[in-house]
């Protein structure tokens, strides 16, 4: 099982800061293979970023994906009030065929 | 725009199945991967598993051969049945889509439903 974490567990950040989330696999991973979603409470995860990299339908610019290998980030540029959410990475391949990191809570300092 | 509607009892005693369907809108079923992921009260997620076309799928090893999965073309849906529930099961259970059937580079999730409360409990 291809193993997914996330860093830090918590992030305490003011609106307009920036915020760089960690998620590193256990094995290598292929670019295409990793997403990112947010979830709020209460809510179903949204698609964020695929491809390691690239936006989904109508996410913002603030967010960015980047990464290779076994290390990937999110990149929030400057917190908006609604960005304060938990942010799970996902990776596709092995087995299962896809598995989530435990998620980084974004949470208002 | 697709949407996803997820139904079915919200209480399941132990040792019984637990039977979803997802209901899908805007688009047809054919020719995408169709999933069920699973999040447990203030945990993360667990991906359960996939049906696509023909009624092939494909699961979680950690649910021991408890998933079935069947696909419903001519109504749209999909659905999920996961055998021999214990509290373990107890959990808000998403129908996600997923990529093209064919498709290489679609590995990721882009439409949800907006989850279904499942309590096992006698």
């Known amino acids: 099982e291809i193993v997914l974490t996330q860093s830090p567990g918590t992030l305490s950040l003011s609106p307009g800061e920036r915020a760089t989330l960690s998620c590193r696999a256990s094995?290598?991973?292929?670019?295409?293979?990793v997403a990112w979603y947010q979830q709020k409470p209460g809510q179903a995860p949204r698609l964020l970023i695929y491809?390691?990299?690239s936006r989904a339908t109508g996410v913002p610019d603030r967010f960015s994906g980047s990464g290779s290998g076994t290390d990937f980030a999110l990149t929030i540029s400057r917190l908006e009030p609604e960005d304060f959410a938990v942010y799970y990475c996902q990776q596709y391949g092995g087995s299962p065929l896809f598995t989530f990191g435990p998620g980084t809570k974004v949470d208002i300092k | 725009q697709v949407q996803l509607q997820e139904s079915g009892p919200g209480l399941v005693k132990p040792s019984e199945t637990l039977s979803l369907t997802c209901s899908v809108s805007g688009g047809s079923i054919s020719n995408y991967f169709w999933n069920w992921i699973r999040q447990p009260a203030g945990k993360g997620l667990e991906w359960i598993g996939r049906i696509y076309a023909g009624g092939r799928t494909t699961d979680n090893p950690a649910l021991k051969g408890r998933v079935t999965m069947s696909l419903d073309p001519s109504n749209n849906l999909f659905s999920l049945h996961l055998s021999s529930v214990a509290a373990a099961d107890t959990a808000v259970y998403y129908c996600?889509?997923?990529?093209?059937?064919?498709?290489?580079?679609?590995?990721?999730?882009?439409?949800w439903g907006q989850g279904a409360l499942v309590s096992v409990s006698s």
């Open positions: 491809g390691a990299s």
């Open positions: 094995q290598s991973l292929s670019n295409s293979y």
């Open positions: 996600a889509r997923g990529g093209i059937v064919g498709a290489p580079g679609l590995y990721y999730f882009d439409y």
